[in-house]
T-cell receptor, first 112, second 111 residues
Framework: SQTIHQWPATLVQPVGSPLSLECTVEGTSNPNLYWYRQAAGRGLQLLFYSVGIGQISSEVPQNLSASRPQDRQFILSSKKLLLSDSGFYLC???????????FGEGSWLTVV | KNEVEQSPQNLTAQEGEFITINCSYSVGISALHWLQQHPGGGIVSLFMLSSGKKKHGRLIATINIQEKHSSLHITASHPRDSAVYICAVPYSGGGADGLTFGKGTHLIIQP
């Protein structure tokens, strides 16, 4: 069966520190991978999506970046966090077009 | 970019009541998603539908493609249904470029 793992679940980071959130998918090949963010009091927002290794598309300009070094691995990074980066980050995957999307457990990031 | 409007934003009801949450979108789509987010943040997919109606237990989702509108119904609501319900549609209509989300409906079912 397919599963998705995302970590860490929670983290508190000082302003200006780096960030790395990792997401891995099991049980499927060549998934479409996504990073979403939910800021306090706001809806979910698409940050990045990837349809293949090394292929990253960004929807919102910001100080975050994403990478897909392997087929089922998606990493969200920042070199220097801002206070406004605080929020709930969700990794998700789907296969093909118009199919069910599956979400990871989410990561709570607090930048202090 | 698809725009999603969801209503109501907040809904408090008594146990047993019939619940309806509405969703409208601006661009024709391949499929619409209804999601449930619990207080801890975790999100699960309830339905993905492209036409007609789907039913899962006490949950029913309908969609009218021509009117670009969908509804989520909960019959015989229960306190454990308390959660945020989110409507989501493809970002640009039908591609692999992710979803755009409604702001969610915060549902509280009181015993």
């Amino acid at each position: 069966s397919q599963t998705i793992h995302q970590w860490p679940a929670t983290l508190v980071q000082p302003v200006g520190s780096p960030l790395s959130l990792e997401c891995t998918v099991e049980g499927t090949s060549n998934p479409n991978l996504y990073w979403y963010r939910q800021a306090a009091g706001r809806g979910l927002q698409l940050l990045f999506y990837s349809v293949g290794i090394g292929q990253i598309s960004s929807e919102v300009p910001q100080n975050l970046s994403a990478s897909r070094p392997q087929d089922r691995q998606f990493i969200l990074s920042s070199k220097k966090l801002l206070l406004s980066d605080s929020g709930f980050y969700l990794c998700a995957w789907s296969v093909g077009l118009g199919n069910t999307i599956y979400f990871g457990e989410g990561s709570w990031l607090t930048v202090v | 970019k698809n725009e999603v409007e969801q209503s109501p934003q907040n809904l408090t009801a008594q146990e047993g009541e019939f619940i309806t949450i509405n969703c409208s979108y601006s661009v024709g789509i391949s499929a619409l998603h209804w999601l449930q987010q619990h207080p801890g943040g975790g999100i699960v997919s309830l339905f993905m539908l492209s036409s007609g109606k789907k039913k899962h237990g006490r949950l029913i989702a309908t969609i009218n493609i021509q009117e670009k509108h969908s509804s989520l119904h909960i019959t015989a609501s229960h306190p454990r249904d308390s959660a945020v319900y989110i409507c989501a549609v493809p970002y640009s209509g039908g591609g692999a470029d992710g979803l755009t989300f409604g702001k969610g409906t915060h549902l509280i079912i009181q015993p």
